[in-house]
């Protein structure tokens, strides 16, 4: 049995598909297949049931599949842990950027990786705060970024800012919200975000003392969404000030001058894992990038997660794979 065979295995798992599979792993559909055959011939088992609608793990793969994610991590680990003695650090790590790549520092957070580690392969994935939970502990991402509160028990959590929202409605609505107080404004269309993003919880709040919300709601769930509808006329809502600020300089939205909350900006990664050196080298330049010299504090972790980071400096040689994933 070889290594890519479990990583087929729990690939073909994951996306329960075979199609999707090979795309992911970059290989055909038949080689894939014949690697799935081989393994359960080896095993005397079989993972997973053909179905119509796709491959399902059987009763004995689902408790295959936890053991060959548990394996695949012991296996990184021991590459990382020699590497780590050899002042080199090598493999791959991919990180869940859940807004804008510009706004998260993805290129200076890339030169600083790639300085600091350059046989690491940085992978920035566009996800969201909901799903960004799941992919961590579906072995999808191995770190992430999130918007909001976090108590899963499985997560360390690292707050690292606290980011300034404001209330953007459209350039042409300047008369309608000029002096306005907030539950005037509730009479006007507003753009909202489903339940499951962070941004509703500061609907909630804006609305929490007593001001009826909004008659008129369109929703979606994506920021992209909120700015293109703002610009195209249809509603306020409630943006980062920075994309607020860029609204007003590109003349398609004027901000409300209230006050609105903020919201956290965090670093998650599965609790489990967080003493990977390789996450304890993002850990490091994440730090660097975004916490000032009080820091912030950390949840489910003791310590900073700083320790072992090869700090050598040489020529950026890493490489840099961005995907953009339907959100």
Known sequence: ?????????????????????????????????????????????????????????????????????????????????????????????????????????????????????????????????AKVFQELRQNQVDAGFTFGPCAAADMQVTELAQVPMRILAPSSWEERIRGRSLAELTQLPWVYTTPNCPFYKLFEALFRHGEQPPSEIVWCDTEDAIRALIRSGVGMSVVREDDAAAAEKQGYGICWPGEVPEIALNLVMLKQRSNEVALQALATGVHGLWLDDSGHEETGHEGTGQEGANQEQSEPAAEVVAKRAPV
Request: charged share 20%.
């Open 1 to 129: 049995m070889e290594l890519y065979h479990l990583k087929t295995f729990v690939k073909v798992a994951q996306e329960g598909n075979l199609t999707r599979a090979s795309a992911a792993l970059f290989t055909s559909q038949p080689a894939i297949s014949a690697q799935i055959k081989a393994l359960e011939e080896e095993t005397g088992v079989q993972l997973f049931s053909r179905t119509p609608k796709g491959m399902l793990l059987t009763p004995a793969g689902q408790r295959l599949f936890e053991q060959a994610q548990r394996t695949l991590r012991e296996a990184e680990q021991f590459v990382q842990q020699a590497m780590q003695l050899s002042d080199e650090l090598v493999g791959e790590l991919r990180i869940g950027i859940h807004t804008d790549f510009e706004f998260m520092r993805v290129g200076d957070l890339f030169r600083l990786l790639s300085s600091r580690h350059p046989q690491l392969v940085a992978h920035f994935l566009q996800t969201s705060t």
